[in-house]
């Protein structure tokens, strides 16, 4: 595709664990309800399905925060459930519940059916919503793609919707383990021919959320979940427009595990809350870059304490490349704009002097 020369690479330079000028900065949701002109593109979509599958309404809330903040990056507004609903499973959003499948996979006959969605025909929408971001965006920042991990968008197909106990895919996990093997396997290769369909339309980094990983215990984590994002990341297309294209892996929950997610093959890491992010920077050493790791909560206090708060995380991760300032997980939707304004300003403030 051809496209305006970036002006901003923070992000990617930061990815890469290359020098930068300052630490770069982005929020996970920061396209959200927090924003009033989220809510007002919202209620014109008339649903939050019609609002993530219009190219146009998708591409309006992508640009929002970046036209509101001075931040580094743009990060795609889609949904980390596009790949079941592309595999016919009847996705619905519930009022105030969240969402469900009208189709649950729950037995090995339903696994069989499923098939790996074409981005091109089932997901045009998100493919032509990144197309339109890029032309809107005309280099000002970079975008950033995404997909849930196999085995958080397994937990949805399973259990049907959000849960609290992951009592039915737990069961599948113990009890038919080959079942489940059989699904992550066709999450893994849908996600990744989904991801590449991304950088193809122009995404200029990407991300694997694994909101889930984090309830498992270590040994199910590194064979239900980490294997299957592995696999993902080794069939990604690390080249587009002449730069290399970063991946980063989350998994919220995961911190125990951080040694063995720094040789996935992702260049950067997701930190939550619950760490200190200087010591994850000991634990994974020069293999990989971090992101975080702010508790989302901390946008809640006044704008000097935020700022205060920005600073020690700063000081946790230190001196040096390789950082990437963001929350430890999604922005809540109760935090004031002006709120996430004093953040990115003392990011931007008190993080020069660490790359001197």
Known sequence: M?????????LLRALLR????????WLMRQAGRYLPEYRETRARAGSFIALMSTPEFACEVTLQPVNRFPLDAAILFSDILTIPAAMGLGLHFIEGEGPAFERPVRDVAAVVKLGVPDPEQDL???????????????????LIGFAGSPWTLATYMVEGGASKEFALIKGMLYAEPATLHKLLDVLA????????????????????????????????????????MQAVIAELRRESEGRHVPVILFTKGGGAWLEAMSHS??????VDWTQDLGD??????AKVALQGNLDPAALYAPPE????????VLESFGHGQGHVFNLGHG????????????????????SPSYHK
């Open 2 to 10: 051809t496209s305006s020369p970036l002006k901003n690479d923070l």
């Open 18 to 25: 290359q020098p930068t000028e300052r630490t770069p900065v």
């Open 124 to 142: 045009r929408y998100v493919l032509d919503t990144v197309r339109l971001v890029r032309q809107e965006l005309a280099g000002r920042v970079p």
């Open 189 to 228: 290769r849908s996600i990744s021919v989904y991801l590449n369909a991304q950088i193809a339309a122009g995404a200029q980094a990407v991300m694997l959320f694994d909101t889930w990983g984090g309830v498992l215990t270590g040994e199910a984590y590194k064979e239900f979940s980490l294997r299957y």
């Open 265 to 270: 093959g992702a260049d950067a890491l997701g």
């Open 280 to 285: 994850a920077r000991r634990r994974v050493g």
């Open 305 to 312: 304490r935020i700022r205060e708060d920005v600073g020690k």
């Open 331 to 350: 922005i809540q939707t109760g935090v004031k704009p002006e709120h996430v304004a004093a953040m990115v300003a003392a990011v931007h403030e008190l």
